[in-house]
C-alpha cells in the first residue's frame, strides 16, 4: 500500500510541477501569428473594416494589399467568404452592402504594377 501512495504522491506533484512550469514560470508566448489562424468572427470583422476604408479612400489597390495577409487566394474570394459569414456574426445590412460593393469592386480588378493581390 505504501508503495502505491508514493507513486500517487510523485504523480501528483509531477503534474502540480508541470503546471506551475507551464502556466507561471515559462508560459506560452504566441507572437507573430499568421492572420490564418484568426478565428472566423475576428477574419470577417477585419474584413468588414477594410471595406470600410475603401468606402473612404476609394484605393482598390491598397483594399487588395489589405486582403493580401490572408493569402493566395483572390481578393474578391477573400471578401466573398466574410460577405457570407457576415449575417451570422450579426453585420448589419449596411455593413452587409459594403462588403458587397468591394466584392464587386474587385472582380473587375486588375492590380497596378507592382501591387501583388
Keep these: 500500500m505504501k508503495k502505491w501512495l508514493w507513486v500517487i504522491l510523485a504523480f501528483a506533484a509531477g503534474i502540480g510541477l508541470g503546471l506551475l512550469y507551464g502556466w507561471v514560470i515559462e508560459?506560452?508566448?504566441?507572437?507573430?501569428l499568421p492572420p490564418?489562424?484568426?478565428?472566423?468572427?475576428f477574419r470577417a470583422d477585419y474584413?468588414?473594416?477594410v471595406a470600410e476604408a475603401y468606402e473612404s479612400?476609394?484605393?482598390?489597390d491598397l483594399a487588395a494589399r489589405r486582403l493580401a495577409i490572408f493569402g493566395s487566394d483572390p481578393p474578391a474570394e477573400i471578401v466573398s467568404d466574410a460577405l457570407q459569414f457576415g449575417p451570422l456574426a450579426g453585420f448589419s445590412p449596411s455593413e452587409l452592402s459594403l462588403l458587397e460593393a468591394l466584392v464587386q469592386d474587385l472582380r473587375g480588378w486588375q492590380p497596378s504594377s507592382g501591387v501583388t493581390p
Excluded: H, K, S, Y
Design 57 to 60: 479612400e476609394q484605393d482598390l
Design 27 to 32: 508560459p506560452v508566448d504566441f507572437v507573430d
Design 36 to 41: 490564418e489562424t484568426l478565428r472566423a468572427d
Design 47 to 49: 474584413i468588414l473594416m
